[in-house]
């Protein structure tokens, strides 16, 4: 199937007409055409969860002109250039799949970062964008991995902005890479993004999302496999607190055969308002024989007036699977975990930390670069803290 393919019914949202929902997440529409995507209401499935009021700059037509402060620091061997729209589509990366990330691709300029064949980094690629105002940005990165390549690509957002993105990572046959995508925004800024990951034969891609900042957050990872026998490995981290909306949604396209993914997300909340949004959508196609998947989300309720809504789906079109399954758990904070700790001369405050920590653990352990574990982990401390007070 073309990632530019149109097909299948579309939810009208002009006045008067009757929403008609895709019958299978295959049907959805990518284009690099904004005209392409209605403007949302709200009242779309893809963007029901979304307070769209909030964002009518970032989803306009014209987009932005404004650009965030870069930073990139390529380690030996890999090289940097930019390249024109038009060229950069024809690399071969997915079309946008919502009208956010069509905006963001109809900008100018592309930045192509080129990892090479075979190249073994000793330290991380690393991309910091920050916002010094409230302008509205939009950007485009692609990442191009070659074959049999190691690496870590950390991808930072911080500052203030209404920014728009589209980040596709191409991995090449046999190449093992992982992102790390940190969402460390001040509170005012509004990012919509979206993240593809194209995995090559025999490939294995892990890609980290970690939200503990920014006002509205809604980042879209999609992965698909360009062959056999590649691996996908889906984590996140998140943490609200008041007045946040904090959005992560995922789309695990099984096409190729004998391929394997796994989604593991993890999000905490705590004051008034505070909103979090995790929907997983796994496809396993009729040709996709041999494929084992697993999905797993779990938030932690820490007050009262926070809202978590996590919406797993997963999609068979073949009996010829290894395995396929999800869950998702939503609840509030453990009190027999926090007396046992008390029980042991553990204050209050410091047996709370302990307990969220140790939930964030399993996921923040796998990110391989401490200096961003350290920092997650202290951001989380000092949200505790904000509550506590």
């Known amino acids: 199937m073309s990632l530019l393919a149109d097909s299948g019914p579309k939810a009208h949202t002009h006045s008067g007409e009757t929403l008609v929902p895709d019958q ?31 964002l009518t700059d970032l989803l306009a037509d014209a987009g932005g002109s404004a650009e965030l402060d870069v930073t990139h620091h390529l380690p030996e061997g890999v090289t940097r250039s930019v390249v024109p729209a038009d060229e950069a589509r024809a690399l071969g990366a997915p079309a946008p799949g919502d009208r956010a990330a069509a905006v963001a691709a109809a900008g100018g300029d592309v930045t192509i970062i080129d990892i090479p064949a075979e190249a073994e980094l000793t330290e991380p690629v690393r991309i910091s964008l920050t916002g010094t105002g409230g302008d509205t940005v939009r950007a485009h990165h692609v990442v191009r991995v070659g074959h049999f390549a190691r690496g870590t690509i950390v991808v930072e ?21 992982t992102i790390v995508s940190l969402q460390d925004w001040a509170d005012d800024a509004n990012h919509l993004g979206q993240h593809d990951v194209v995995v090559g034969r025999d490939a294995s891609v892990r890609h980290i999302a970690v939200t503990i900042g920014g006002g509205i957050v809604r980042l879209n990872t999609n992965a698909t496999y360009a062959g056999p026998g590649g691996s996908f490995e889906g984590l996140g981290v998140y943490f609200a607190d008041a007045g946040q909306h904090l959005e992560h949604r995922l789309f695990v396209d099984h096409e190729a055969p004998h391929c394997s993914s796994n989604v593991e997300y993890k999000g905490a909340l705590q004051g008034e308002t505070a909103h979090t949004v995790w929907v997983g959508d796994v496809l396993i196609r009729a040709a996709a024989e041999g494929t084992e998947t697993y999905e797993l989300n779990r938030n932690l309720v820490l007050t009262d007036g926070a809202r978590a809504d996590s919406v797993p789906n997963l999609e068979i079109e073949t009996g010829e699977i290894v395995g396929a399954g999800h869950a998702s758990t939503t609840g509030r904070f453990d009190d027999q975990q926090l007396f046992y700790l008390q029980a042991r001369g553990i204050p209050e405050d410091e047996a709370r930390r302990l307990v969220v920590r140790g939930f964030f653990n399993s996921i923040v352990a796998r990110i391989g670069d401490a200096e961003i574990s350290d920092r997650i982990m202290a951001a989380i401390d000092v949200e505790l803290e904000g509550g506590a007070a």
Do not use: I, N
Not at 24 to 53: I, K, M, N, Q, Y
């Open 24 to 54: 299978s997440r295959a049907e959805r529409t990518r284009s690099w055409s904004v005209a392409d995507f209605e403007l949302p209401t709200g009242r779309e499935e893809d963007w029901r969860f979304t307070p769209v009021g909030r």
């Open 157 to 177: 957002h911080s500052g203030t902005a209404d920014y728009t993105e589209l980040l596709s990572v191409l991995a090449g046959d046999g190449s093992q890479l």
